[in-house]
């Protein structure tokens, strides 16, 4: 976008503000945020909600990489990691949930919110992969992991289009924006 997208405006709200504020709204325990472009202004944000943070210096190599930044900065004791998106500021903490209790209730340990037979966030991985994540290519992605590991892995749908809308361009974020208003 040119500009740091996390900082843009959600009816009073930067937008990270409002992925953070979603995920309170679920039964997740702990927040850990990854930062890296706009590292000092997102700090400053993330500082005041109350969440923890973690820098990722190699930002630039893409998502993956901050998933690994995090997973490094993760407890010891976590069960699981649930990987949300900072340009997703849609996705409510009913959906979270419903992510979580499928994981709960079964015996998969990465589970995908599903939409319309498309593939959302938050993507949740059980302790049994997370060391896997700092193996994978660079260039496949963390949605790798689903295909390495095809058979242990929960689809679950959701009917909520939010798990799949994300902000890419400013022209997507205006678009939104007017609508919201």
Known sequence: MGFPKMLLNFNGKSMLERVIENVKESDVDNILVVLGAERNKLAELVSRMNVKYCYNDDYMAGMLSSVRCGIKNIPKDCEAVLVFQGDQPFISGVVTNKV???????????????????????????????????ILDDNAGLRSLAYLYSDDVLEVETYDPAILRDFDTYDEYKKEFNQIL
């Open 100 to 134: 979580i209790d499928a994981f709960k209730s079964s015996d998969k340990e990465i589970v995908i919110p599903v939409c319309q037979n498309k593939k959302g966030h938050p993507l949740l991985i059980g302790r049994k992969h997370l060391d896997k994540i700092e």
